[in-house]
């Protein structure tokens, strides 16, 4: 089963994310969290994940400069943002920095379920 | 007590308009990661500057409009949301400050990304801020502009509460 990171600021949607993947029926393995981009690399870098869940607007990196620097560091793996941050400039630069598919706040367990089963 | 008319007639809305988006985007943001649905009633017409045993979660838009989004919540009912988002009861709520703290300030950003979407074209032209949460027995919130502010009170059935957004054209 796939592990997945969750990468946000707030940890009330870190664990609303988690608990709508378990609702949305998905099958995982383990769920990595991060509150940065800065967190979220160091994650990347010691543990397997088969799939990114990121916000955009946080604090010391936020998520499109986290998009770039997984790529950079050659990562193929999925990453789907997750955010308020709706607008198309915003997740056209996404999409342009690498990443798969974007998901817009708030969401319920279904609209997420699908988001992510053909990524999974 | 209205929005500043120069947003008005830059963006296309009516003040009417605008509320609505407002009211929309709480309703929405209640019933899917709130599980709570909650009644808006009409516009305020004077502005709320004191509150009591309550918690004010904001965020900031910058850009093309700049202003501020606030949700205001009686502590009571700050509790029920977190526990109703975070799937916990509402005495455990009570004990854990910064999950409160965390839950309102996600509220008003997700509002406020709403708000950003119909003002901004793109989304590159304006930023919102990482949210800030004022709380306590007694606090007061003033506003430089006062006047140019729209305030829909909500009410959930049992505890009212209150979304204000004051916008400016820079």
């Given at each position: 089963?796939p ?31 991060a ?29 499109l ?26 997740l ?29 | ?32 990661m ?22 004010t ?29 975070l ?30 979407m ?19 027995e ?8 006062e ?24």
């Open positions: 089963m592990n997945i990171l969750i990468v946000d600021d707030s940890s009330t949607m870190r664990k609303i994310i988690s608990r709508s993947l378990r609702q949305a029926g998905l099958a995982v393995d383990e769920i990595f969290e509150g940065d981009g800065i967190e979220g690399l160091n994650v990347l870098g010691g543990n397997s994940v088969d799939l990114i869940l990121s916000d955009i607007n946080m604090p010391n990196m936020d998520g400069e986290f998009i770039k620097q997984v790529r950079a560091n050659g990562k193929t793996v999925p990453i789907v943002m997750i955010t308020t941050e709706g607008g198309e400039d915003i056209k630069e996404a999409i342009a920095s690498g990443a798969s598919d974007s998901i817009k706040k708030p969401f319920t367990p279904d609209q997420l379920g699908q988001k992510l089963g053909g990524l999974l | 007590m209205t929005l500043n008319e120069a947003v008005i007639e830059s963006v296309h809305l009516t003040e009417a308009e605008m509320a609505k988006y407002v009211i929309d985007a709480t309703k929405e943001v209640f019933s899917t709130v599980m709570m649905n909650v009644d808006d009633s009409f516009p305020l017409r004077e502005p709320v500057t004191k509150f009591s045993c309550s918690i979660g904001m965020v900031g838009l910058v850009g093309t409009y700049s202003g501020v989004l606030s949700i205001h919540c009686p502590r009571p009912l700050a509790l029920k949301i977190t526990s109703n988002m799937g916990m009861e509402v005495e455990e709520a009570g004990e854990a400050e910064e999950d409160v703290n965390d839950a309102l300030g996600e509220i008003a950003n997700m509002l406020g990304g709403q708000v950003k119909v003002l901004s074209k793109g989304g590159m032209d304006m930023n919102i801020s990482i949210p800030t949460i004022i709380s306590g007694e606090y007061t919130i003033n506003s430089m502009a006047s140019d502010c729209v305030i829909i009170p909500f009410d959930t059935g049992e505890e009212k509460f209150l979304v204000s957004l004051k916008l400016k054209k820079e």
